[in-house]
């Protein structure tokens, strides 16, 4: 294994055994190296091939040395159209990085983004923008900044589904008096009317608003949020999935002229 390879996947906490990339070098502080034979490639969403698209890395790839065990790694990554993204990474070594065959993790990686790149493409509509702070937020550490992006898409899609069914989020009490509905009591009223949880969790949808507020709300630390971010994201993600599959599917069936309440008789 590379330390390109190590560069070109996801950071993980475990320490990895690589090929020699800095053997011999004296590792003062500071000290400015080239890496040869350091090919990273990373994929992106490409708005000027409107796709996502494997970024590689062009010219040469240099890191300075924080110490002995630890250095940083610019570079920048290109998609075959020209398009370009900065990458930087901390890379720590459990043991001498200057050996021969030294054992590394990545302990960050950031990048620096033009206008033309994204982690996501834009099929999830007015809601790309917040999912795509959500994942930036938690590449960059931020396990509560990231959930939080995701509990307000979550949130909007439960308000916009309710709108279009004129369903209100408030009711009046016994008392006369106006009172906003729970959110359990509206998505459940919202998902009851247009089935917008999906089948694998039909029966946890407020148990994923509650999680995603308890994150919200501190009731789990930093590290634990960013476990639980991907499972998150693929819920949250599933929601609007759900929703635009079922109205691409009652668009089929209108453009057919077919009823939604069963076979006509021939």
């Known amino acids: 294994m590379t330390l390109g390879d190590i560069l070109s996947k996801p950071p993980i906490d475990e320490y990895k055994q690589v090929e020699g990339f800095l053997v011999n070098k004296k590792g003062k502080i500071g000290q400015q190296e080239k890496l040869l034979n350091c090919n990273i490639a990373l994929n992106y969403y490409c708005r000027i091939c409107d796709d996502i698209r494997t970024f590689y890395s062009v010219g040469k790839i240099s890191c300075i040395f924080e110490s002995k065990t630890l250095i940083s790694i610019d570079g920048i990554l290109s998609c075959n159209c020209g398009t370009t993204v900065r990458v930087w990474f ?11 065959a030294p054992e590394i993790r990545i302990l960050k990686r950031t990048e620096k983004f033009s206008e033309n790149v994204a982690l996501i493409n834009s099929e999830y509509g007015d809601f790309t923008e917040f999912l795509e702070k959500s ?6 550490g931020f396990g509560a900044g990231s959930v939080v992006y995701l509990r307000s898409v979550f949130e909007s899609v439960i308000k916009q589904v309710g709108t279009t069914e004129n369903i209100l989020d408030t009711f009046v009490d016994k008392n006369g008096k106006t009172q906003h509905k729970s959110t359990e009591r509206y998505l459940k009223e919202v998902n009851e009317k247009r089935n917008i949880i999906p089948e694998e969790f039909s029966n946890n949808g407020y148990r994923l608003f ?10 789990c630390s930093e590290k634990e949020a ?6 998150f994201y693929r ?3 599933g929601v609007l999935e759900k929703i635009k599959t079922n109205r691409e599917l009652m668009e089929a069936i209108g453009t057919l002229g077919w009823s939604t309440g069963g076979e006509e008789n021939e």
Request: proline share 0%; hydrophobic share 40%.
């Open 135 to 140: 994942k930036r937020a938690s590449r960059e």
């Open 226 to 231: 960013l476990l639980k971010f991907n499972a």
């Open 235 to 237: 819920l949250v993600t």
């Open 90 to 100: 901390l890379v720590e070594s459990k043991n001498d990085i200057t050996l021969a």
């Open 210 to 219: 509650r999680e995603l507020s308890g994150v919200v709300h501190g009731r």
